[in-house]
């Protein structure tokens, strides 16, 4: 049984930084890419970082392009995003997901297993 399961979420000022990791368990790791993307209140999931299996290529929207990165451990089966500069408009929940590709799709219909996540409020 695949699980996915985020933790690092919180409150946080604007121009603040938190760490949201994800833990897989139930798959082969390493072999897939892994994605983060987020849901605002009334508004749909959106893409919002995604990194190849090796971890050689990562992908970010412009919309925070220079202030998120992703990472991952094959080690540990565990992908990171790391945010920088949060704005009041990053406020969402955060999801983590992966599925059966090796390559970053944006499109949700990709990613096949999805974590509970992890709610994120950045105030102003």
């Known amino acids: 049984q695949v699980q996915l399961v985020e933790s690092g979420g919180g409150e946080v000022q604007a121009g603040g930084s938190l760490r949201l990791s994800c833990q897989a368990s139930g798959l082969n790791f390493g072999p897939k890419a892994m994605g983060w993307f987020r849901q605002a209140p009334g508004k749909e999931r959106e893409f919002v970082a995604g990194i190849t299996r090796g971890g050689g290529g990562t992908y970010l929207p412009d919309s925070v392009k220079g202030r998120f990165t992703i990472s991952r451990d094959n080690t540990k089966n565990t992908v990171d995003l790391q945010m920088h500069m949060l704005k009041p408009e990053d406020t969402a929940v955060y999801y983590c997901?992966?599925?059966?590709?090796?390559?970053?799709?944006?499109?949700?219909?990709?990613?096949?297993?999805w974590g509970q996540g992890t709610q994120v409020t950045v105030s102003s």
């Open positions: 997901a992966t599925g059966n590709e090796t390559y970053v799709y944006t499109s949700l219909s990709r990613w096949t297993y």
